[in-house]
């Protein structure tokens, strides 16, 4: 059974490994995700890379092993699917779940998740629009657009976003978007590439060009 740390890094390795396919991640990156130093970083790699759930080269990189990979994605299957049941079944709010499941996703017993995606009705996606891993390891990748590349005229649904603080999220709440809002952008703000958009046919609101990167929407 690996430990709460070595799920941890196999989760940061997984994430980064998507943000840039094709390429070995790099020590320093794991260490920025995981704040800690790159020395501490390097003797878990060397232990992961004995337990087989990674290839590590010094001086290259890092690449998850098949069963590396199948450990980070039930990871990020767990934690997902704890969001939702806090969300659902608990009332928390979207910003408030994140470090919740942190802890809940380390819990073992596959017994548990299994009983646990079927209470909640097999959810495909978490409170923050993020795709829930099958139990065979699949990553479903819904297609979406980032609201930062619709041009005036267009429009869509909120169905993720891309960054999940919770001062982002309050945010979106105080502006009165959430996952399933129709968006149509009016104007673009040649200024700064801030946007106008309209939210469900009767609010009008500006979008920082920021924000507007962290917004996925479909048709
Ligand atoms: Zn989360």
Known sequence: MPSFTEENYLKAIYKLSEATPGTDVSTNGIAEVLQTRPASVTDMLRRLGEKGLL???????????????????LTIRKHR???????QKLGFNWDEVHDVAEQMEHIDSLLLVRRLDEFLGFPRLDPHGDPIPTEDGAMPRPKSRLVSDLVPGEQGRLMAVKNTSPSFLQYLDKVGLKLGSAIEVLDKITFDNSLEVRVNTDKIIMLSPEVGRNLFVAD
Do not use: C, D, I, M
């Open 55 to 73: 290839h590590y080269q010094r001086y290259r990189g890092v690449s998850l092993t098949q069963e590396g990979r199948q450990l980070a994605l």
């Open 81 to 87: 699917l704890w969001e939702v049941f806090l969300v």
